[in-house]
């Protein structure tokens, strides 16, 4: 689900164009998980049409983690992006993008600069991003998916 509170704190990250982690927690004091993606480019491109490339590409980076993921083990590294994504209990997302200048070894770059942050966090050391067994989708608020058995959704 969407939520403009970590929308907000992600964009305001994100227009700073510090690529660097803050630890984040909403009004409830409950702490935020959060990805974190820049890419640059020497090219001079239009601005809208590299958002849309370029958020696709980093959502996939993300995401394609799971290529180094063992089932079954906890947070880690290589793979904290993608575990994030699909932590068992994070279930409201908001991002920011930012568009901007910088100079990167003597050189002009383009660069974009995605934030997503998650509620309630994820990437507990020594937890499984993955809940096992049959969930009752309905006391979390949620459904159970009609096109995946196992997965709970949001209504």
């Known amino acids: 689900t969407w939520d403009e509170e970590a929308a907000e704190l992600a964009t305001t990250l994100a227009n700073t164009c510090?690529?660097?982690?803050?630890?984040?927690?909403?009004?409830?004091?409950?702490?935020?998980?959060?990805?974190?993606?820049?890419?640059?480019?020497?090219?001079?491109?239009?601005?809208?049409?590299?958002?849309?490339?370029?958020m696709k590409d980093m959502v996939k980076g993300w995401f394609d983690e799971v290529k180094k993921y063992t089932f079954g083990s906890s947070f880690n590294k290589y793979t904290g992006h993608y575990s994030q994504i699909v932590w068992a209990k994070t279930s409201k997302l908001g991002c920011g993008y930012s568009y901007f200048k910088t100079y990167h070894k003597k050189k002009l770059w383009?660069?974009?600069?995605?934030?997503?942050?998650?509620?309630?966090?994820?990437?507990?050391?020594?937890?499984?991003?993955?809940?096992?067994?049959?969930?009752?989708?309905?006391?979390?608020?949620?459904?159970?998916?009609?096109?995946?058995?196992?997965?709970?959704?949001?209504?």
């Open 110 to 155: 383009n660069a974009g600069y995605l934030v997503c942050n998650y509620k309630p966090a994820g990437n507990m050391k020594g937890k499984n991003p993955y809940e096992e067994g049959f969930g009752n989708c309905e006391t979390d608020k949620f459904r159970r998916s009609t096109k995946y058995n196992n997965l709970c959704v949001t209504k």
């Open 18 to 54: 510090e690529y660097e982690h803050k630890l984040l927690y909403d009004k409830q004091g409950k702490r935020m998980g959060q990805n974190l993606y820049r890419k640059m480019s020497s090219q001079q491109t239009d601005a809208r049409s590299t958002f849309n490339l370029w």
